[in-house]
Every structure is written in structure tokens, then in C-alpha cells.
């Protein structure tokens, strides 16, 4: 069983900035992709950033230059430094990791940019 536990997400005005973070822990051997996703009210669930194991990292082309992902592998968390917020980042952030094939989920975070 493997278990993704988020914090970090709020209320912000614009502008301002947020850092997400996302611990794995449970049944583990090795994590290859994590990432952050997110789901605004109405919309399909969609790609902010990811990062493989060995350090590879895409974004989504909102998010660039704005938005950087991390993550720490001898603590299997990956971090999403959130700067410049935007109102129309308002969305639930969920984070994601790929564990010898299989993809898991966490229960996501609320993250609300106000104009």
C-alpha cells in the first residue's frame, strides 16, 4: 500500500506564492515519475509538472517560468514552488508518483488565488 500525503495549499492573493509538498510513504522499493497535477472546478484534471528520478522535468506551458518542481529522493517528496500566482491557478493540486509501473494519487489540496 502506498499512501501520498500533500500540504501546503491555501488561500493567496495574486501574485503571491505558495509551496506544495507531497510525502509517498508505504509499500515503496523505488519511485520513478512524480508530479502535480491539478483540477479546477468544471475541468478536466491536467498536468502542471513533472519530475523523473533521475531529474528530468516537464511543465505545463502555464505554469513556466512561474512554477518550479523538485523532489527529494532519500525522503520520496516532491515539492511544487508556486510563485506569481495567478487566479485562474485556482484549482484542487493533486500529486502523483509512478512506482514500478502503477500510478498513485493523493487526496489533493486546495489551492485558491483571489483577484
Known amino acids: 500500500q502506498v499512501q501520498l500525503m500533500e500540504s501546503g495549499g491555501g488561500l493567496v492573493q495574486a501574485g503571491g506564492s505558495l509551496r506544495l509538498s507531497c510525502a509517498a510513504s508505504?509499500?515503496?522499493?523505488?519511485?520513478?515519475?512524480m508530479g502535480w497535477y491539478r483540477q479546477a472546478p468544471g475541468k478536466q484534471r491536467e498536468l502542471v509538472a513533472t519530475i523523473t528520478r533521475g531529474g528530468s522535468i516537464n511543465y505545463a506551458d502555464s505554469v513556466k517560468g512561474r512554477f518550479t518542481i523538485s523532489r527529494d529522493n532519500a525522503k520520496n517528496t516532491v515539492y511544487l514552488q508556486m510563485n506569481r500566482l495567478k487566479p485562474e491557478d485556482t484549482a484542487v493540486y493533486y500529486c502523483?508518483?509512478?512506482?514500478?509501473?502503477?500510478?498513485?494519487w493523493g487526496q489533493g489540496t486546495q489551492v485558491t488565488v483571489s483577484s
Open positions: 508505504g509499500s515503496i522499493f523505488r519511485i520513478d515519475a
Open positions: 502523483n508518483a509512478v512506482i514500478l509501473g502503477p500510478s498513485h
